[in-house]
């Protein structure tokens, strides 16, 4: 009897196995596994090498942000880490949620080398704080970048029912339009145009070097911090956090086996989010007296998402919390902490002291560790057992009995992983409260041991793909029962 990781009808002769049941997805929809695998593994490879940073320098943790190193990690984790698992999932999912197919697979594929080879050469020109060479590398990454938001949105055009997942997606690719465009602006303003005033020079060569110097000239007249702020608001929650909401409002009921209990709320979750978005871009950089209005209009939009999401939990039909399910509600409860330090940063003419200045590491660090890798670690250990699964197994259904989900990972080793990312949670906080560097890296050991178990369960998991473990059917004549999703 075959074992299925999900309410699979068996094949009929010569078709592919991909009928879903009971809110799960039809694959007919996604694109080739490798895909969104390649951009995943590139992703799990970027933390590794930042958690293994922060172990040998810890004071990076401690340290104000703005300080080029610590811009530099930040950006080995925000664009290697986190944007490469987005832009993933984001293909492998927005087909499947939506239920239509990619517009482009080969414009995703020319995406993946132009995307890794600009963020490392990024990270490393932030590293030595050469500005004029992360704008040369950054546009590679806004060509990727644009190649990812053409394709979504002719995806998107194809939707016949728009919904709040549809429009959250929608909101999270203007966003990214924002956010590589601001920070091309701060990497312009960061470079010196001594070539604009050299005698014979080409215009083809002048028109674009004196583009840039007007842009440079433009965003000097703000606030460097205050630009620099609002830069990092826009991607951390006008990217990441948007994006976690909507697919949130698809991937929980779906895997809980619940659904969105009032959709009202889930629309005014993310209305009010895009509101305290444009807020923001207006307020740190230009109005500082609207940074309450922006934090507000920001923590509405979060508790609203809470409710929501509390609401479907309860309703579900399934009784049993993973330990990916439980990483990924963790992370969003973490969003309480951070909208409590946002709100408490947003006052005006609140003078940056050095507590204020610990309190702003605080209030970022749980953002990115805290809420967002630690919920795409979570939903990893959904999605990366269903790819897998999928690529390898769904031809032998009826045929072999294949692996479920559960037998794919240790699942002693997913719980030794939660508790250790939560204690690392807990004592680098500390530390950056404290200003203790040997603190900052007993914490950062904790998170990198913690990764280290995901990365065993990972090679577990893509071990099937080269190593399928398949076993003969107990009575080969018959159809295979159906099981549901561990």
């Not at 990690?73 to 239920?99: D, N």
């Not at 409590?340 to 605080?362: D, Q, V």
């Not at 990115?368 to 269903?386: H, T």
Request: glycine share 6%; proline share 6%.
């Amino acid at each position: 009897m075959a074992s299925l990781p999900s309410s699979v009808a068996a094949p009929e002769p010569g078709r592919q196995p991909v009928a879903f049941r009971g809110g799960l997805p039809d694959l007919n929809h996604a694109p080739d596994v490798r895909l969104p695998l390649r951009f995943m593994l590139a992703g799990l490879m970027s933390l590794a090498a930042a958690l293994g940073i922060l172990v040998a320098q810890p004071h990076l943790l401690t340290a104000y942000h703005y300080h080029h190193h610590v811009v530099a990690i930040t950006h080995l984790l925000v664009l290697g880490f986190l944007l490469s698992v987005v832009f993933g999932a984001t293909y492998q999912l927005v087909p499947v949620a939506l239920e239509t197919r990619l517009h482009s697979e080969r414009l995703a594929r020319w995406h993946f080398p132009i995307h890794l080879v600009s963020v490392a050469s990024m990270v490393w020109m932030f590293w030595v704080w050469n500005m004029k060479e992360v704008g040369h590398f950054g546009s590679g990454l806004a060509l990727g970048a644009g190649f990812f938001v053409w394709n979504i949105a002719r995806t998107l055009r194809r939707v016949s029912r728009w919904d709040p997942v549809a429009f959250g997606i929608a909101s999270m690719l203007v966003w990214l339009t924002a956010t590589v465009a601001a920070g091309l602006a701060v990497a312009a303003a960061k470079s010196t145009y001594e070539l604009v005033d050299r005698p014979g020079l080409h215009p083809l060569l002048a028109a674009p070097l004196q583009g840039l110097r007007a842009i440079a000239d433009a965003v000097a007249r703000f606030d460097a911090l205050g630009v620099m702020h609002a830069h990092a608001h826009l991607g951390v929650l006008g990217i990441f956090i948007l994006l976690t909401i909507a697919i949130a409002y698809r991937l929980v009921p779906m895997f809980l086996i619940s659904e969105v209990q009032r959709p009202a709320r889930a629309w005014a979750s993310l209305i009010l989010l895009n509101l305290g978005l444009v807020t923001i871009a207006f307020a740190l950089p230009l109005q500082p007296a609207w940074k309450p209005l922006a934090a507000l209009l920001t923590v509405a939009g979060l508790a609203c998402y809470g409710i929501e999401l509390a609401a479907i939990v309860h309703a579900r039909r399934r009784r049993t919390l993973d330990w990916g399910l439980r990483a990924f509600l963790t992370a969003q409860a973490l969003l309480v902490p951070v909208a409590a330090l946002g709100l408490l940063l947003s006052r005006p003419g609140l003078a940056l002291t050095e507590f204020i200045g610990r309190l702003e590491n605080l209030y970022g660090f749980l953002a990115l560790f805290g809420v967002v890798a630690f919920a795409i670690l979570g939903m990893l250990y959904k999605i990366l057992p269903f790819l897998v699964w999928f690529a390898t197994y769904s031809r032998e259904v009826g045929r072999s009995r294949t692996p479920t989900l559960q037998e794919m990972i240790s699942v002693p080793l997913q719980m030794a992983g939660y508790t250790l990312w939560i204690a690392g949670l807990v004592v680098i906080s500390t530390a950056i409260l404290l200003a203790h560097d040997l603190l900052a890296r007993i914490g950062a050991s904790v998170l990198a041991a913690s990764f280290v178990t995901f990365l065993v369960n990972a090679a577990r998991i893509l071990r099937h793909r080269f190593q399928p473990q398949l076993a003969p059917l107990a009575h080969p004549g018959n159809r295979p029962s159906t099981a549901t999703l561990p």
